[in-house]
């Protein structure tokens, strides 16, 4: 695997992307939440955690903010496991700054997408972009393969992974398991490919990814990792159950207010993770009504909390 300055990236396992717990007054990070689900998510066995992506809203703060959430997390952690810190940002010069704060906080490596505001990049902006950023930053980035209109085909990456020392691992994310193929077939032999497509984590398991960084993951940390070590130990009947138990589930949470409805989840499971910071709205009863619905006929909730 691909290496740079005698670094590399480890995406084996299980990296829960965090929500990020905001204040319901104020709309502010609440760090007491972030360490409390930190630990949580350690306690559970994760193999990493990643900060600032999708799910944690990441798009929406400041490079302040970045720094404050990732030197929270990276505290609590006090280096049991790594921390990924993700930027979200549409210029070169944006996701300098964010992922330098970043660094500033501890983070062990980075989780970048591509600019991506209502234009497509070319292959050649594309790589003068992520070797700016890693020549300013001098830490592993890992792509974030996520935006939909930006979405870099698998030459495109190669040739960003061939011409950038620092892109060091590739995130596939947006649903396309033909994608997900496609880059374990062309060059995973280069860098350590994990998946961030939620209901097809059983089948990217089967396929060799590395790992994972999901929402699921976010929510059900131990059942997650359950999953994945049976897909590893070759128990398929189990990790298929499991595969079973957990969709009914996704398709309550996904879509455009997902990061809200995962903290509705969390909050049901038992932990405190806060809202989500507008214009993404708390959802409606009936939502609220079909998401405990869906955890307990998972089994997650008794039928007496209905």
């Known amino acids: 695997m691909k290496k740079h300055m005698g670094l590399s990236l480890n995406l084996k396992g299980i990296i829960p992307p965090m929500v990020t717990p905001f204040t319901s007054d104020t709309e502010e990070l609440d760090i007491k939440a972030i ?5 949580y998510l350690i306690q559970a066995g994760v193999h990493g955690l990643c900060i600032g992506g999708s799910t944690g809203e990441g798009a929406g703060l400041s490079e302040k903010e970045i720094y404050t959430l990732c030197k929270t997390v990276v505290d609590q952690t006090r280096g049991r496991v790594q921390v990924i810190g993700g930027v979200i940002a549409d ?16 983070v062990s490596s980075l989780q970048l997408t591509p600019p991506h505001y209502l234009w497509v990049p070319t292959t050649e902006g594309l790589v003068q972009h992520f070797r700016r950023v890693g020549e300013a930053v001098e830490l592993p980035i890992l792509i974030y393969n996520v935006v939909p209109w930006v979405d870099i085909d698998v030459y495109a990456m190669k040739e960003i992974i061939e011409n950038v ?48 960084i999901s929402c699921l993951l976010a929510v059900f940390p131990e059942v997650t990792l359950d999953l994945y070590n049976k897909v590893q130990a070759g128990d398929h009947k189990g990790a298929k159950a499991i595969h079973d138990r957990l969709l009914p589930i996704w398709r309550a949470i996904q879509g455009p207010d997902m990061p809200y409805l995962a903290k509705t989840a969390i909050k049901m499971l038992g932990r405190e993770v806060g809202i989500a910071r507008s214009p993404i709205m708390p ?9 405990r619905q869906r955890l307990v006929e998972a089994g ?5 909390n209905v």
């Open 283 to 291: 959802p409606t009863e009936e939502k609220k009504n079909q998401i």
């Open 91 to 106: 210029t070169t010069a944006e996701a300098i700054q964010k992922s330098l704060a970043a660094k500033e906080a501890g």
């Open 165 to 212: 020392p620092w892109v060091l691992g590739v995130k596939q994310s947006g649903g396309d398991m033909h994608k997900v193929a496609d880059m374990l077939h062309l060059i995973h032999d280069l860098v350590p490919i994990t998946t961030g497509i939620d209901d097809l984590l059983y089948p990217t398991f089967c396929m060799g990814v590395d790992g994972a």
């Open 300 to 304: 997650f909730l008794k039928a007496v």
């Open 35 to 39: 360490q409390a689900e930190t630990e």
